[in-house]
């Protein structure tokens, strides 16, 4: 068996090999040229499926190993009896974690209490299931919105959009890019959505960049409806604007599912997607052909720091969002060359970033309440009492 895979598929071609011969190819060069004797491909939304690019192709199997779908053309692949596999909730918990990551700079930045604060979730998949949980491990009210979920499932805790926008002093968006239909999502954020949110409200937006018009938000931040914004999709991107990332307190690459653990998710839901089609049985358990995630251990000495602050340190030492950002402003406003070239570049060499079970926090003088919030959010918790047993970690 002949298998294609992009070079941004973690461990792919070590993976791949162990069931036929690999070709890597970056994600851009992947052509009906290259797929042309080929079985499988295996990509991420980098590689558009197009028609085209499956014409004088071989090809029956193609599997994303990404969480969207908006790059493939399914209804080509179905019409042409191609199987696909996608990779669905395969960074949820890497999404949830920057999500956290970008609540407490904002706190740190603007003085709030988390626990004091209502969050709105508009669309309750993967993501927003696993970002609802962490928000509620923190103390925080939660308002759900999803309509077809509604739609479908009558769930009472499913809310009207207005409601959750009139009543939710964060509002996060994990829905997926739908252009037509009762459930369209292109410019679902517009400047009707903004004016119906709570005055002074933080946004976030790590779905994808064309659910949010940047105008309707950059005009919500200049009449203080919404007082910071987090992005890490964009419109056009990777060519950004820059008017729109210096406005935003947060903005980074399009990387919040880049942990290695959910990129490793991805590429092992292609894998057994692709043995499964094809009935085969690999001769080595994926679970060992990939590396034994690190461990983090950090120290956190809690007097006279406040609840925030004392969160704020654990989740900063397994991810600094705010390196992310720095490195984005680099090149965010330059050229339209030169930005698409810097945000490609951020992506394809982004640092190995563990999520937070792989970091194991020391607490001292810590209250037992944030404790278990520390603990709830993933992290490998022991105090001073537990020292005499750490070995045993």
Request: with cysteine; aromatic share 6%.
């Amino acid at each position: 068996m002949k298998i294609v895979c992009a070079t941004s598929v973690l461990y792919g071609e070590h993976v791949f090999k162990t069931l036929g011969d690999v070709t890597v190819m970056p994600d851009e060069e992947i052509s009906s040229a290259i797929l042309k004797d080929a079985d499988a491909v295996v990509i991420r939304s980098k590689t558009k499926v197009t028609p085209e690019l499956l014409d004088g192709t071989a090809i029956c199997f193609v599997g994303t190993a990404t969480a969207g779908v908006d790059h493939m053309n399914l209804t080509c692949l179905e019409d042409r009896g191609i199987a696909w596999t996608t990779s669905g909730g395969c960074n949820a918990n890497s999404v949830s974690e920057y999500i956290v990551s970008a609540w407490l700079s904002f706190v740190q930045r603007h003085g709030l209490i988390l626990s004091d604060l209502t969050l709105g979730v508009i669309g309750v998949g993967h993501v927003g299931s696993a970002v609802a949980q962490k928000a509620t491990a923190l103390g925080m009210k939660v308002l759900l919105n999803d309509p077809p979920r509604k739609l479908r499932d009558k769930d009472p805790k499913l809310l009207p959009l207005d409601r959750v926008l009139q009543t939710s002093d964060i509002v996060t968006l994990h829905v997926p890019l739908i252009e037509e239909g009762p459930f369209r999502t292109r410019h679902l954020v517009d400047c009707r959505f903004f004016e119906q949110m709570k005055l002074g409200s933080l946004f976030l937006n790590t779905s994808r960049g064309e659910v949010v018009d940047s105008d309707a938000l950059l005009n919500a931040m200049e009449h203080g409806l919404v007082l910071a914004a987090a992005l890490d999709v964009w419109e056009h991107e990777p060519c950004i604007r820059g008017d729109v990332l210096r406005r935003v307190d947060l903005g980074t690459p399009h990387i919040a599912g880049y942990s290695v653990e959910g990129r490793l998710n991805g590429t092992r839901m292609v894998f057994d997607g692709l043995c499964s089609f094809f009935e085969l049985s690999p001769d080595v358990p994926f679970e060992r052909l990939i590396p034994t995630p690190p461990e983090h251990v950090i120290h956190v000495d809690g007097r006279g720091l406040l609840d925030e602050d004392i969160l704020w340190r654990v989740v900063r030492s397994a991810y600094d969002i705010e390196r992310d950002d720095r490195m984005l402003r680099k090149g965010g406003g330059a050229d339209d060359v030169v930005c698409r070239a810097h945000f490609n570049a951020l992506r394809r060499t982004y640092p190995r970033r563990w999520e937070f079970p792989c970091t194991r926090a020391r607490m001292e003088h810590v209250d037992e309440r944030i404790t278990r919030k520390i603990s709830d959010l993933g992290f490998r918790v022991y105090t001073a009492e537990d020292e005499a047993g750490v070995d045993s970690w």
